[in-house]
């Protein structure tokens, strides 16, 4: 017996990064699992290092779509309960940040930017979690937000638009707990600090300035005391336990910061996001 045996698990953004490692993790410990995501030889890796640890193929629905559209919600949420006829955990996980392409922060994004961003990392989950909400009712289910520390409360002007983003997430967080405990859904969320993933691409920044800017972080402590980046799986381990009621039934609307030590010091906010990933 594995801890989320006869559970059935939804993780969106599964396709790369912290998404797929949660959702190679809850497959692991014997949840049925839906992985999504837009990129669709990603998404079949994904399903391919789930196979690799010896879980059934049965136990792995592979939907593509895209989450900004609500019909790519309604496949994704249909295709679980036809294939598994239940749902019981949702990981909202996909999300992004856009960077703009000649470099400006703050205010000075484009208010594009500020629309995609919200319509993916907080619209999306709103509709996806309305559309998930009866089937997570009669299972008395879980749903587990992946946040981040830039929600604040520091500020993160030089991405503010995915920095709004997060805190309204956080915000979400709260009211869909109080929202949904009366039917005995609990909705919880991780705010990881840096993470080893596909985002700096997806953002659209030049190759290796993401990666840049984590080894930034890792040589210095006013960013990062514990001196080294996650990875997906750490952020994963976190995912699980808050799904897990046995282990975390009494947390409810909270946001677990999980980021070797970077709020407490924010030195990060100090320095130019630009420069960082330049240097
Ligand atoms: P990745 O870019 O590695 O993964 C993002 C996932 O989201 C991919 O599977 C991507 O799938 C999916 N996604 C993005 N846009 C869409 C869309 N429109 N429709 C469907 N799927 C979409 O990034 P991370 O793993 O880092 O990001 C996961 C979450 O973690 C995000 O919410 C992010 O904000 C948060 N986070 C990340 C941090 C980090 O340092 N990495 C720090 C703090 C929070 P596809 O491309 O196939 O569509």
Known sequence: MTRFNGKVALVTGSSNGIGRAAAILFA???????????????LEETKQEILKSGVPEDHVLAV???????QGQDELINSTIAKFGRLDILVNNAGTAFVDSQGKTGLNQDVSDYDNVMQINMRSVVTL???AKEHLIKSKGEIVNVSSIAAGPQAHSDMMYYAMSKASLDQFTRCAAIDLIQHGVRVNSVSPGGVTTGIGEAMGLPAGAFEKMMKFMESHKECLPCGKIAEPVDIAHIIAFLADRRLSSYIIGQSIVADGGSSLVMGCQAHDMMKMMSS
């Open 64 to 70: 593509a779509c895209d989450l900004t559209s609500e």
């Open 129 to 131: 979690t309305k559309k």
């Open 28 to 42: 692991q410990e014997g949840a049925k699992v839906t992985i999504t995501g837009r990129n669709v030889q990603r």
